[in-house]
């Protein structure tokens, strides 16, 4: 069985410049997460869809990021602009809503120069 | 609120000497416990996790955790360490709204 699939897997871009993530979950999973991982951190919830509904996205700095999971599948997180701080590992996890598991993808690694 | 505490942030053992992670965490109730591990340019993998029943759980790779609701701890054990855990590992709880809590995770060397 497929895990959850994330590309980029690595990502170099310049300040101020757009850059975006997608993400695949494991069939069937119907909640789709995106956390933010900083160096020596743990990840830290940016936004959770139920299917195609956001429904928790208090912590997505709605500024410069955007994200949408079109048809409950597969879903792009988007930084415009990037700055500096945004270096960071951006994972993408699925779980099914009669298992109370978080599955992880290998997450995409962001580097903003 | 809730939260998750690893008290080690950086953990060195000897290969083949046994291993034990703390964790403790802050929830109104009994949450659902999770541990990852992380390799160096990977993703979270995870180890084992309780819901309930019995205290002690096994996981993936030879590792144990017990849940002790009395000191609000879930930690992690190996027996015999080996060169290939070396990693970082999260703990987790699973928070109200669905989401995962993590703590800062504690970075394991093994020493051969």
């Known amino acids: ?113 | 609120a809730q939260s998750v505490t690893q008290p080690d942030i950086h953990i060195t053992v000897s290969e083949g000497a046994s291993l034990e992670l703390r964790c403790n965490y802050s929830y109104g109730a009994t949450p659902y416990l999770f541990w990852y591990v992380q390799s160096p340019g990977q993703g979270l993998q995870l180890l084992l996790k309780y819901f309930s029943g019995d205290t002690l759980v096994q996981g993936i790779k030879g590792f144990e955790a017990e849940f002790k609701r009395s000191q609000s701890s879930f930690n992690l054990r190996k027996p015999s360490v080996h060169w290939s855990d070396a990693a970082e590992y999260f703990c987790a709880i699973g928070g109200s709204q669905g989401n995962l809590i993590f703590g800062k995770g504690t970075k394991l060397s093994v020493k051969p």
């Open chain 1, 1 to 113: 069985e497929a895990g959850v699939v994330q590309s980029p897997r690595y990502k170099i871009i310049e300040k101020k410049q757009p850059v975006a993530f997608w993400c695949n979950p494991i069939s069937g999973h119907n909640t789709l997460y995106w956390y933010l991982q900083n160096l020596g951190q743990g990840p830290e919830l940016l936004i959770r869809y139920e299917n195609e509904e956001a429904v928790d996205d208090s912590q997505l700095p709605k500024d410069r990021f955007s994200a949408e999971r079109l048809k409950g599948v597969d879903s792009t997180l988007k930084i415009q602009p990037a700055e500096l701080g945004d270096s960071a590992v951006y994972l993408c996890a699925s779980s099914w809503d009669r298992d109370n598991t978080i599955y992880f993808g290998e997450g995409s690694w962001l580097t903003v120069v």
